[in-house]
């Protein structure tokens, strides 16, 4: 009985996705554009040109990292630059809870998991953060001892209520890796598989690109985050280059109620077709469960209209 229950529950993912797909505006994350509306800025920090004050990581052109400085401009209108850390400024998506001073405002960032107590800035302001893991880390268990509000979400999620573009499906799969995964760049890859290069700079290009794709497979958080935050059904390509392992994953995957685990793959053995992806790959269609405007209610710049 319980395996017929988890089919029966499999099918109704799929067909979910499916027709979020097909109806985003109905079925869909297509149908929280709306949301936004019921927000306006308040009390929002500006540099003495009138630009928008953030912290981001930037050793390497990274989809993931430059999601922060894209999303905050979406929200507020204004072109954002990089932060003076002595003054009062944003720190947004990715595990970089070790970047605060006393001026930072946190707003749903994560970590590693491997911080150490000097690197974290107890003075900073946190309004939100990635998921739980990241709060009991920041909290009293681990002698942090910092105060947390329990409101969780990668800010990535909110993508789709700021920018959902038309696009065709013209592939069976996408194919996300981290920069540092060269044997995936060097693969061979059939038709109806698509490489998408996370180390471009241009965020919406790369949206586009996942979007053309029925399913997404990702070594990379932000591929799946991104995935998720758009209807796509995707899977967790193992990988062993990202820094505090597995932590920053089952972080995000808590805040979302949708746990799952990483599977081997490698390129270099086969071509990488879709039927081959199809064979060998689980693509998980279930819709995520998270609460947009409870992160959006946190926003340290955001009040209700």
């Given at each position: 009985?319980?395996?017929?229950?988890?089919?029966?529950?499999?099918?109704?993912?799929?067909?979910?996705?499916?027709?979020?797909?097909?109806?985003?505006?109905?079925?869909?994350?297509?149908?929280?554009?709306?949301?936004?509306?019921?927000?306006?800025?308040?009390?929002?920090?500006?540099?003495?040109?009138?630009?928008?004050?953030?912290?981001?990581?930037?050793?390497?052109?990274?989809?993931?990292?430059?999601?922060?400085?894209?999303?905050?401009?979406?929200?507020?209108g204004r072109?954002?630059?990089?932060?003076?850390?002595?003054?009062?400024?944003?720190?947004?998506?990715?595990?970089?809870?070790?970047?605060?001073?006393?001026?930072?405002?946190?707003?749903?960032?994560?970590?590693?998991?491997?911080?150490?107590?000097?690197?974290?800035?107890?003075?900073?302001?946190?309004?939100?953060?990635?998921?739980?893991?990241?709060?009991?880390?920041?909290?009293?268990?681990?002698?942090?001892?910092?105060?947390?509000?329990?409101?969780?979400?990668?800010?990535?999620?909110?993508?789709?209520?700021?920018?959902?573009?038309?696009?065709?499906?013209?592939?069976?799969?996408?194919?996300?890796?981290?920069?540092?995964?060269?044997?995936?760049?060097?693969?061979?890859?059939?038709?109806?598989?698509?490489?998408?290069?996370?180390?471009?700079?241009?965020?919406?290009?790369?949206?586009?690109?996942?979007?053309?794709?029925?399913?997404?497979?990702?070594?990379?958080?932000?591929?799946?985050?991104?995935?998720?935050?758009?209807?796509?059904?995707?899977?967790?390509?193992?990988?062993?280059?990202?820094?505090?392992?597995?932590?920053?994953?089952?972080?995000?995957?808590?805040?979302?109620?949708?746990?799952?685990?990483?599977?081997?793959?490698?390129?270099?053995?086969?071509?990488?077709?879709?039927?081959?992806?199809?064979?060998?790959?689980?693509?998980?269609?279930?819709?995520?469960?998270?609460?947009y405007r409870?992160?959006l209610d946190?926003?340290?710049?955001?009040?209700?209209?």
């Amino acid at each position: 009985m319980k395996t017929r229950a988890r089919f029966v529950r499999a099918a109704k993912d799929r067909t979910k996705s499916t027709l979020g797909r097909k109806l985003p505006g109905i079925f869909g994350p297509g149908r929280y554009q709306t949301i936004p509306g019921e927000y306006r800025l308040k009390d929002l920090i500006l540099t003495e040109n009138g630009e928008v004050p953030l912290t981001w990581f930037t050793y390497k052109s990274n989809f993931g990292d430059l999601m922060s400085p894209w999303l905050l401009s979406k929200m507020t209108g204004r072109h954002v630059v990089r932060a003076d850390t002595e003054r009062p400024h944003y720190v947004m998506v990715g595990s970089i809870i070790n970047k605060g001073t006393p001026q930072s405002i946190f707003w749903g960032t994560g970590t590693y998991g491997t911080e150490g107590k000097k690197e974290v800035c107890a003075e900073s302001r946190y309004t939100a953060v990635r998921g739980p893991l990241t709060r009991s880390k920041l909290g009293a268990a681990m002698a942090f001892g910092i105060d947390v509000p329990q409101v969780y979400g990668d800010p990535a999620l909110l993508a789709p209520l700021y920018y959902f573009p038309k696009v065709k499906v013209t592939h069976d799969f996408g194919v996300v890796v981290r920069w540092r995964e060269r044997s995936w760049a060097k693969a061979k890859y059939g038709p109806g598989v698509k490489l998408i290069d996370f180390a471009r700079g241009d965020v919406e290009e790369v949206i586009r690109d996942m979007l053309s794709c029925k399913k997404i497979l990702s070594s990379s958080l932000h591929g799946l985050i991104v995935a998720d935050a758009y209807g796509i059904p995707n899977a967790w390509l193992e990988s062993g280059t990202p820094r505090g392992g597995e932590f920053k994953f089952h972080d995000y995957f808590a805040s979302v109620h949708k746990l799952r685990a990483p599977q081997a793959f490698r390129p270099d053995a086969q071509e990488v077709t879709a039927q081959v992806l199809q064979e060998n790959i689980h693509f998980d269609a279930r819709p995520i469960t998270f609460n947009y405007r409870k992160l959006l209610d946190a926003c340290p710049f955001l009040t209700r209209a």
